[in-house]
């Protein structure tokens, strides 16, 4: 084995990794939710802070953005990284840096039912799954929706108070900034419809009101009949409606709204040419009006793929206006990086980074007790031996897996007292992350219609010329 691979499988290890953790405790109940999500191969809601190790570079971009969206201004950044390399975690971890510094902040992972542009209500049940989890510092977990509009009223009333000024009159002078843009006459109304349901007593009209910035009404005439509104949320105006909620938070005293979309990959995946190429123009406006500074304190943040950013044929890059928008700085090259182009790719953790990474993982398993540690620093080394016996560089590169198998691992011992860990460290099973969903893709076809799904294809009777009597059929 040369000296390069033996300084890759078997890190020297940092002297001061179990001192640093023995400083914390970590609730049972924290304990018991990073443990159970890490296990099934999920990110914890909360306690990032305990497993966060590496990219340090990276962390202190997307804080440079969050701090631009706090002064007023916009950004997007497109967050990349292989399959099961962490893009999720570092997008919990900036949502939750985002809340500290009292920016409202909404996430939604993209799904066949939920994209950024369609004709059939996908777009609007993205919006309606962002809106659920609505997040401030105060309300972490979502559903902050009811408590920024509150937030805004309450201080509309302080204002009318300290200036003897009638509070219907404060409330719209606040909201007139508003209704310069597309659809804020009527996002000002229901506001508005909210403060006259505050001031009479009437909670189903400020329930409407919520309501409807959910985007929770369906048709129009209802919403009429409610609010005395005639629009609606629907797929049309999304991406209209975030910017003015961007406005209107801010309006509410806090810095501004940070957008996290993951699970972009959900673009790259559609058959359709055309509804993918749709979802594509609207990212495009997106990335224009971010780099304009035209969506004041609005931050996006998406996570995908390589794939889904560099594939010619189906990818962003397909896209010719995005991908002269995207295309990573020529200079960076040889080691050297650019962080502060719309397109970061997550760097992947060095072994001593997941040397460490072990660590805290144990530490966090003992509920913070080093006297609870189920192996010792020797176990670590082992352990990250054996994970690149079998998978190679993938156990660091994309750790999912690797954290898996070593959860695992502290969970048998836990349960079997006196089992020697070095005879169960060489039978723990890895594989290398791979995403199922990727391979194969089928070719695209050209659609001739702006339906979704392909059309069925022709049925042929039997003795056609095309007939081989299913000679060549295979599962």
């Known amino acids: 084995m040369s000296e390069r691979t033996e300084r890759t499988t078997t890190p020297s290890a940092p002297t001061t990794t179990t001192s640093d953790a023995a400083s914390t405790r970590i609730r049972p109940r924290d304990r018991d939710t990073l443990v159970q999500a890490l296990r099934a191969g999920v990110v914890p809601r909360a306690g990032q802070q305990h497993i966060q190790v590496g990219r340090v570079a990276e962390v202190k971009a997307l804080v440079s953005d969050i701090a631009r969206v706090d002064d007023g201004g916009s950004t997007a950044r497109f967050v990349i990284g292989e399959f099961g390399s962490g893009k999720t975690f570092f997008l919990h971890l900036v949502r939750s840096i985002a809340?500290?510094?009292?920016?409202?902040?909404?996430?939604?992972?993209?799904?066949?039912?939920?994209?950024?542009?369609?004709?059939?209500?996908?777009?609007?049940?993205?919006?309606?799954?962002?809106?659920?989890?609505?997040?401030?510092?105060?309300?972490?977990?979502?559903?902050?929706?009811?408590?920024?509009?509150?937030?805004?009223?309450?201080?509309?009333?302080?204002?009318?108070?300290?200036?003897?000024?009638?509070?219907?009159?404060?409330?719209?002078?606040?909201?007139?900034?508003?209704?310069?843009?597309?659809?804020?006459?009527?996002?000002?109304?229901?506001?508005a419809a909210y403060w006259r349901g505050h001031d009479t007593g009437d909670d189903q009209l400020q329930t409407d009101a919520v309501r409807w910035l959910r985007g929770?009404?369906?048709?129009r005439t209802e919403a009429r009949k409610a609010l005395g509104v005639r629009t609606i949320v629907d797929d049309s105006n999304v991406?209209?409606?975030?910017?003015?909620?961007?406005?209107?938070?801010?309006?509410?005293?806090?810095?501004?709204?940070?957008?996290?979309?993951?699970?972009?990959?959900?673009?790259?995946?559609?058959?359709?040419?055309?509804?993918?190429?749709?979802?594509?123009?609207?990212?495009?406006?997106?990335?224009?009006?971010?780099?304009?500074?035209?969506?004041?304190?609005?931050?996006?943040?998406?996570?995908?793929?390589?794939d889904f950013l560099l594939d010619t044929r189906r990818g962003l890059f397909s896209y010719p206006a995005l991908q002269s928008r995207l295309a990573e700085n020529t200079f960076a090259t040889d080691g050297l990086v650019d962080h502060s182009g719309p397109v970061l790719r997550l760097a992947n953790l060095s072994p001593e980074d997941l040397y460490i990474l072990l660590g805290k993982l144990r530490h966090v398993f003992a509920g913070g007790d080093p006297a609870a540690y189920l192996v010792p620093d020797e176990g670590l080394e082992a352990y990250m031996r054996h994970c690149a016996s079998r998978i190679g560089d993938a156990y660091f590169r994309t750790p999912r897996n690797t954290?898996?198998?070593?959860?695992?691992?502290?969970?048998?011992?836990?349960?079997?007292?006196?089992?020697?860990?070095?005879?169960?460290?060489?039978?723990?099973?890895?594989?290398?992350?791979?995403?199922?969903?990727?391979?194969?893709?089928?070719?695209?076809?050209?659609?001739?219609?702006?339906?979704d799904d392909a059309a069925p294809a022709p049925v042929r009777s039997a003795g056609s010329p095309d007939d081989d009597d299913l000679t060549s059929f295979r599962l």
């Open 239 to 306: 991406y209209d409606q975030l910017k003015l909620l961007a406005r209107f938070v801010r309006l509410a005293g806090y810095g501004g709204l940070l957008v996290c979309l993951d699970e972009m990959v959900n673009l790259y995946k559609l058959a359709n040419t055309q509804a993918r190429n749709a979802n594509y123009e609207q990212l495009l406006r997106i990335v224009n009006d971010s780099l304009q500074g035209s969506a004041g304190s609005l931050g996006f943040v998406f996570g995908g793929t390589p």
């Open 216 to 219: 929770e009404f369906s048709t």
């Open 99 to 191: 809340l500290q510094q009292k920016l409202v902040t909404v996430h939604a992972d993209l799904s066949p039912d939920r994209r950024l542009h369609a004709t059939g209500g996908q777009a609007r049940s993205l919006y309606t799954e962002l809106m659920r989890s609505m997040a401030t510092r105060a309300k972490p977990d979502g559903g902050a929706m009811a408590g920024v509009v509150e937030r805004f009223v309450t201080a509309a009333l302080a204002q009318a108070r300290d200036n003897a000024e009638a509070p219907d009159d404060v409330i719209r002078a606040r909201l007139a900034e508003l209704a310069e843009l597309t659809g804020g006459y009527d996002f000002a109304e229901v506001i």
């Open 403 to 451: 954290i898996k198998g070593f959860l695992d691992l502290l969970a048998v011992l836990e349960q079997n007292p006196g089992e020697d860990w070095r005879k169960l460290v060489g039978t723990v099973g890895l594989a290398a992350e791979t995403d199922p969903e990727l391979a194969p893709l089928a070719d695209d076809a050209a659609p001739t219609t702006p339906a």
